[in-house]
């Protein structure tokens, strides 16, 4: 087996009849870092998560540093150097950074915890990670990019010698992907392996040294990174070409749909003003942190607003409630699909049916079954949602068919203005393309759309027109013809004016 630190041989696993893996094989070398790619749905998970041994395997085989592996549980799979960091982070707030780092496998003196030992364990990890951070910190006030660095530490104070990383940088700005790239690296070249798995393929290139691409519960394709351009990988992804990655529309600029004046909340909604009109996607750019995603849950009414006003068709409303602006014809998808867009143990079907059991009413006034499960598979047939059936339970659907239900969900309505806060965050490229697709049939129809994204590729190629934040203040306005990656830094990044 050569060089091989892990070796995934003939890999099947079903849930309920449906086969998820389909003999799939998998392979990854001491001191290498393996991108596994793949839409949602493929199968990366899945297969991860029999690595982990928190699944176990229908059939194959797994080998780590060529000695057979049956694992029934993570802890089996950790004993033999298996760690993942999962893309919603596994930690304990209300804990120290050390007593996270050590949970489970506390260092005792006598009865006592010894706590001056972790601290000075843990603190070394850190140190010799890089990190700048004390080890006696709460984890509850670290920000996303610390706490992920915690994972790690706590991985390598378990002597891993393989960290399944998924969608590590999906919540992190360009210079905490940087550092933690810096951590991968280093981690690589002590002779770890590393299984990165992500969406953004522009980051590939930066640090993978080969991919496996899984389609369908099986094997696509495997190889050196070098040898795919990322069109190769989105077309083994998907199975078909991509021809237009960003399938932006024209649209006649209807009439001013909604105006905000001075918005302001707390110190990330700073003096907020601006337009949105009908049939018109307006992107949000911005750096992480710069009050975008505050700005939308003051404007919905989740965030109490400390002054300003709100204009729908010309006429001043109130939004101190999510109830007042889905009342008025408005809707919010917001950041983390999981913690605020879905109740993730309730089925598909009760999932749409929540915002909408006013319009699910018989002529007495009470709830017709007969109704509801038609506009439950009115939306799943309409969105193209990928489920066994309406009863299949939301937190089992994939990231893109998530989001599906969640824009489902407030599509029944048919709102006037929809805010879309980084909608397309941690799922594939061809689940991408559908949610712009449903962007650009919202546009015809003359919805107004505030879009936004991390992602400038993804901006620059929706917007009609882009307004960018920075330090909680709207610091420029860019025509479509002016946006440009140039543009949109030099306002996310200083204050100046509005333009």
Same mark, same amino acid.
């Given at each position: 087996?050569?060089?091989?630190?892990?070796?995934?041989?003939?890999?099947?696993?079903?849930?309920?009849?449906?086969?998820?893996?389909?003999?799939?094989?998998?392979?990854?070398?001491?001191?290498? &870092?393996?991108?596994?790619?793949?839409?949602?749905?493929?199968?990366?998970?899945?297969?991860?998560?029999?690595?982990?041994?928190?699944?176990?395997?229908?059939?194959?085989?797994?080998?780590?540093?060529?000695?057979?592996?049956?694992?029934?549980?993570?802890?089996?799979?950790?004993?033999?150097?298996?760690?993942? @960091?999962?893309?919603?982070?596994?930690?304990?707030?209300?804990?120290?950074?050390?007593?996270?780092?050590?949970?489970?496998?506390?260092?005792?003196?006598?009865?006592?915890?010894?706590?001056?030992?972790?601290?000075?364990?843990?603190?070394?990890?850190?140190?010799?990670?890089?990190?700048?951070?004390?080890?006696?910190?709460?984890?509850?006030?670290?920000?996303?990019?610390?706490?992920?660095?915690?994972? @790690?530490?706590?991985?390598?104070s378990q002597n891993a010698k393989v960290l399944i990383m998924d969608e590590p940088t999906s919540a992190l700005?360009?210079?905490?992907?940087?550092?933690?790239?810096?951590?991968?690296?280093?981690?690589?070249?002590?002779?770890?392996?590393?299984?990165?798995?992500?969406?953004?393929?522009?980051?590939?290139?930066? @640090?993978?040294?080969?991919?496996?691409?899984?389609?369908?519960?099986?094997?696509? @394709?495997?190889?050196?990174?070098?040898?795919?351009?990322?069109?190769?990988?989105?077309?083994?992804?998907?199975?078909?070409?991509?021809?237009?990655?960003?399938?932006?529309?024209?649209?006649?600029?209807?009439?001013?749909?909604?105006?905000?004046?001075?918005?302001?909340?707390?110190?990330?909604?700073?003096?907020?003003?601006?337009?949105?009109?009908?049939?018109?996607?307006?992107?949000?750019?911005?750096?992480?942190?710069?009050?975008?995603?505050?700005?939308?849950?003051?404007?919905?009414?989740?965030?109490?607003?400390?002054?300003?006003?709100?204009?729908?068709?010309?006429?001043?409303?109130?939004?101190?409630?999510?109830?007042?602006?889905?009342?008025?014809?408005?809707?919010?998808?917001?950041?983390?699909?999981?913690?605020?867009?879905?109740?993730?143990?309730?089925? &598909?079907?009760?999932?749409?049916?929540?915002?909408?059991?006013?319009?699910?009413?018989?002529?007495?006034?009470?709830?017709?079954?007969?109704?509801?499960?038609?506009?439950?598979?009115?939306?799943?047939?309409?969105?193209?949602?990928k489920a066994k059936d309406r009863e299949m339970i939301s937190k089992n659907l994939s990231g893109g068919n998530q989001q599906k239900v969640v824009l489902g969900k407030w599509?029944?309505?048919?709102?006037?203005?929809?805010?879309?806060?980084?909608?397309?965050?941690?799922?594939?490229?061809?689940?991408?393309?559908?949610?712009?697709?449903?962007?650009?049939?919202?546009?015809?129809?003359?919805?107004?759309?505030?879009?936004?994204?991390?992602?400038?590729?993804?901006?620059?190629?929706?917007?009609?027109?882009?307004?960018?934040?920075?330090?909680?203040?709207?610091?420029?306005?860019?025509?479509?013809?002016?946006?440009?990656?140039?543009?949109?830094?030099?306002?996310?990044?200083?204050?100046?004016?509005?333009?």
């Amino acid at each position: 087996m050569g060089n091989s630190l892990v070796q995934m041989k003939n890999i099947a696993k079903s849930f309920s009849g449906t086969k998820v893996l389909k003999g799939v094989n998998l392979e990854l070398g001491h001191g290498e &870092i393996l991108a596994l790619l793949g839409e949602n749905g493929a199968g990366k998970s899945t297969l991860m998560k029999i690595l982990s041994g928190i699944y176990s395997k229908d059939s194959g085989e797994i080998y780590l540093d060529g000695e057979l592996c049956h694992f029934q549980n993570p802890k089996e799979a950790q004993n033999k150097g298996v760690a993942i @960091i999962h893309q919603e982070m596994n930690l304990c707030n209300d804990l120290s950074v050390s007593e996270n780092i050590f949970l489970g496998r506390e260092v005792m003196e006598g009865l006592s915890l010894n706590h001056k030992k972790m601290d000075e364990e843990a603190q070394k990890i850190l140190d010799d990670l890089g990190i700048s951070m004390k080890s006696t910190e709460l984890a509850g006030d670290l920000k996303v990019s610390e706490q992920q660095m915690v994972e @790690i530490a706590k991985a390598l104070s378990q002597n891993a010698k393989v960290l399944i990383m998924d969608e590590p940088t999906s919540a992190l700005s360009r210079k905490e992907i940087e550092d933690l790239f810096r951590v991968i690296r280093k981690l690589r070249d002590e002779g770890r392996g590393i299984i990165y798995i992500s969406h953004r393929l522009d980051e590939l290139r930066a @640090i993978a040294d080969k991919v496996s691409i899984l389609r369908d519960g099986e094997n696509v @394709i495997s190889g050196d990174l070098k040898d795919f351009s990322i069109d190769d990988i989105i077309r083994h992804m998907v199975g078909r070409e991509i021809q237009d990655k960003f399938p932006r529309i024209l649209c006649e600029k209807g009439k001013e749909i909604l105006r905000v004046e001075n918005l302001n909340a707390g110190p990330k909604v700073r003096d907020i003003s601006f337009s949105l009109y009908e049939g018109e996607i307006l992107g949000i750019a911005g750096l992480m942190g710069a009050g975008r995603t505050e700005m939308t849950r003051a404007l919905f009414g989740v965030d109490e607003k400390t002054s300003g006003k709100i204009y729908l068709f010309g006429e001043e409303v109130k939004t101190n409630t999510p109830k007042d602006s889905i009342e008025l014809g408005m809707a919010l998808i917001p950041e983390d699909r999981r913690k605020d867009g879905l109740c993730t143990d309730l089925s &598909i079907r009760e999932n749409i049916s929540l915002p909408n059991l006013d319009s699910m009413k018989n002529s007495l006034g009470v709830l017709s079954k007969e109704l509801e499960l038609k506009i439950s598979e009115d939306t799943i047939k309409s969105l193209n949602v990928k489920a066994k059936d309406r009863e299949m339970i939301s937190k089992n659907l994939s990231g893109g068919n998530q989001q599906k239900v969640v824009l489902g969900k407030w599509l029944v309505r048919n709102p006037k203005v929809i805010l879309f806060d980084e909608p397309t965050r941690g799922i594939d490229i061809g689940a991408k393309v559908e949610i712009y697709q449903i962007m650009n049939e919202l546009k015809k129809k003359g919805v107004g759309v505030l879009f936004i994204s991390s992602e400038m590729e993804e901006v620059l190629g929706m917007s009609d027109r882009i307004l960018i934040f920075c330090d909680g203040r709207i610091t420029g306005e860019l025509s479509r013809e002016e946006a440009n990656q140039e543009n949109i830094l030099k306002f996310a990044t200083r204050y100046e004016e509005k333009v």
